[in-house]
């Protein structure tokens, strides 16, 4: 995925002068994603560093590292529902979850959570999900059930899995003369966008985004500051917590899809 | 074209009692397209009306009709490019100049034109055409080409062949982060629109646009006012004029790609 995004994750030293500041036993660590936050104290380029508000508690808005802040920014920047609008979200994962947050953030009055999981309905409407639509219950495409469920489209979308035939059908559901579609997950990398191009001149907007349109440095600490006002909630996003010595069970409980956020302990 | 864009041209009658206006020894004359303005007096349904102002010459703003401001509603109401932008307008017929033309207006930089035939760069100059670029002299997708002339992408792009690769390259030419491509042209019926997802998470913006996303009744006395205020220039578009009984030379001109608008008159 990193890779797909052109993200370096092998340099792992310092842009400066190309070393790591890290040693053990005479040997260089290096710095992975050049922010070794597996660690207490870390060095790390300014560029890297956003100042956040202080008594902002780090256990909780750690999860605003990548996933999370994508969603909501999708949502939040890049579709900006008004007030009263229909979202639908494709991908009830914690990305979409996300999403959702910010469709209710947004004052969305109809979310409607699209998934092949029915198990994930009851857990997205905490996250505001007023109607869930499932592609397996419809021999149509969804796009065609989310048309009729909507009498005609719904006013944004946002698309968070990754599948490309979901984000097919998360642009050809928007409202023709003002829909907007953002897809937010990461496609294979030999995946085609396909759709017929009388989608466009109907008017449907079709737009993507990266770290959901946030400038880390400038926007993350008014992220937590929304978290701090007790707008943005957080704390439904962290399903787990495990001590740090266990960090194999929380990338087991990601890899099963149990998990949304696990929250890893340095000391227990 | 209509068709495919679910224009109803049969229809051919007053939509409030199935009836026509006209007859003719007693049989029905049909209002082509609800308007039948090859008369000198007509009778329309009141939706089909745009009040514009009376000092307006009717022989030079009868081009705002459809195509001319389809092209310039593309640029000045969906790309909106920002003053000293760089702008690329696939395809030099009548709609892409007035694209162009929109360009021009809203005080774009530099105007790339694109066109597989080099004769179109001279008319194109007239419409603020700075730059031309035959797809056919490079090798390689013409999208790359305008992607190294510009140093990462255009800042927006305007569509206006209806040719399938060319919407592709008008999409993956804008820029990155901020670049919007808006479609114009109607494509074939099977068209497909292909693109690796990925363009879109790198933030360019597909947009389409039916009429400019001009509103007839409401947005068109605007139009022609710009003309009032010589900020629209419509002279240079007409570049032919016949009696209406020559109007078959219109259409072979129109055919062949000699005229941009060529106006009928009602008496000579």
């Known amino acids: 995925m990193c890779d797909l995004l052109r993200i370096n994750v092998d340099r792992g030293v310092m842009i400066g002068d190309g070393k790591s500041r890290f040693t053990i036993s005479g040997q260089p660590i290096f710095h992975f994603v050049g922010t070794s936050t597996f660690s207490e104290y870390t060095v790390i380029h300014v560029g890297c560093l956003a100042k956040i508000n202080p008594e902002a508690p780090l256990d909780k808005v750690c999860i605003l590292s990548c996933g ?19 979202v639908a979200i494709f991908g009830l994962g914690a990305v979409g979850l996300a999403a959702m947050e910010g469709a209710r953030l947004a004052g969305a009055s109809r ?19 007023t109607e869930f639509v499932n592609p397996k219950d419809h021999d149509k495409p969804v796009q065609e059930v989310l048309i009729e469920l909507t009498n005609g489209g719904v006013d944004r979308s946002v698309e968070c899995t990754g599948n490309i035939n979901a984000m097919i059908s998360a642009f050809e559901c928007v409202h023709d003369g003002w829909g907007v579609a ?26 993507g985004t990266f770290f959901g349109n946030y400038k880390p440095r400038t926007d993350l600490p008014n992220v937590v500051e929304m978290y701090m006002k007790k707008e943005l909630e957080l704390e439904k996003f962290i399903t787990h917590s495990v001590p740090f010595s266990e960090i194999n069970t ?13 929250i890893m302990r340095m000391e227990d």
Do not use: W
């Open 68 to 86: 999370i802040s994508t969603g909501l920014g999708a949502t939040l920047n890049v579709a900006k529902p008004a007030k009263g609008s229909t």
């Open 111 to 129: 979310i409607i959570g699209v998934d092949i999981n029915p198990a994930k309905y009851e857990q997205a409407k905490k996250f505001g999900c």
């Open 182 to 207: 953002v897809l937010v997950g990461v496609p294979h990398k030999d995946d085609q966008f396909k759709t017929h191009p009388m989608n466009f001149l109907s008017e449907k907007t079709l737009k």
């Open 250 to 262: 929380a990338f087991d409980l990601m890899l099963k899809g149990e998990s949304l956020r696990c």
